[in-house]
């Protein structure tokens, strides 16, 4: 899929970039719990708490914009503890967006 847009893409500095498997991977026989939900981002670097269930810190998580953001979505990154992920984004995009978090 990725292979096709690329080509597609008339700006050879753009390119779009599968993301990377877990290191080490997850195989679905070692998942101990998975939960997942639906929120907005805050943006402007806010983070977004989000519970999640799980009782130890999860090894992945994902994120997912699931609406354009027009392109002020900016950096996402994820931090983690026991109860709570911690979603946040630089642009000032206030998307909706999935996760999901793999125990």
């Known amino acids: 899929m990725f292979?096709?847009?690329?080509q597609r893409l008339q700006n050879e500095t753009t390119r779009l970039v599968e993301p990377e498997p877990p290191n080490p991977p997850i195989y679905?026989?070692?998942?101990k719990g998975m939960d997942s939900g639906s929120s907005n981002?805050?943006?402007?670097s806010t983070p977004l708490e989000i519970s999640h269930n799980l009782g130890s810190v999860p090894r992945y998580v994902n994120i997912i914009p699931i609406e354009s953001t027009a392109g002020y979505l900016g950096e996402i990154w994820v931090t983690k503890d026991s109860n709570k992920l911690y979603v946040s984004n630089t642009g000032s995009s206030k998307a909706e967006f999935n996760w999901i978090a793999i125990k």
């Not at 292979?3 to 690329?6: P, Q």
């Not at 679905?28 to 998942?31: M, S």
């Not at 981002?41 to 402007?44: P, S, T």
């Open 3 to 6: 292979r096709s847009l690329n």
């Open 28 to 31: 679905i026989t070692e998942i």
């Open 41 to 44: 981002f805050l943006g402007g």
